[in-house]
């Protein structure tokens, strides 16, 4: 009787120590942060499965865009080799017309310009639809 209670004994020990083991291994991994994140596009959806914001590479040199997405406007943010720039737009039904409105800031940034691009200017357009372009 005695090597059957030993061996008892023995597998209620090991079986301890191996639920032990277990659990600490599981709070270990689960506390763990893996340092890098790699794709090619990070989107974050809502409870709606709707895109609410991306962050991508266009092509494979293109620029770099974040994208914020609301009901009736957003926010883009973009750098390429041409140059980077920043959209601020809000958008909506107009009240007193019933008109589908758009008022945005945009900021655009660049080294080299050209007739149909210049260099640096912020374009404001206001809910009235009347747009004002700032050069230097």
């Not at 209620?12 to 689960?30: F, G, K, M, P, Y």
């Not at 990070?42 to 991306?54: I, P, S, Y």
């Not at 609301?70 to 809000?90: C, H, Q, R, W």
């Amino acid at each position: 009787m005695k090597p059957q209670r030993l061996v008892i004994v023995l597998t209620v020990i090991n079986l301890t120590v191996l639920l032990l083991n277990v659990a600490q291994t599981r709070s270990a991994t689960a506390q763990t942060v893996a340092p890098i994140l790699r794709a090619r596009v990070l989107e974050v959806v809502d409870e709606h499965n709707a895109v609410r914001a991306r962050l991508g590479v266009k092509g494979s040199n293109g620029p770099v865009e974040l994208d914020l997405f609301s009901k009736n406007g957003g926010v883009k943010l973009g750098a390429g080799e041409e140059g980077a720039g920043l959209l601020v737009a809000d958008g909506g039904t107009d009240p007193s017309s019933g008109a589908h409105v758009q008022t945005y800031v945009q900021v655009l940034a660049r080294l080299i310009g050209t007739a149909e691009r210049p260099t640096t200017r912020i374009v404001l357009k206001g809910a009235d639809g009347r747009e004002r372009v700032i050069t230097p």
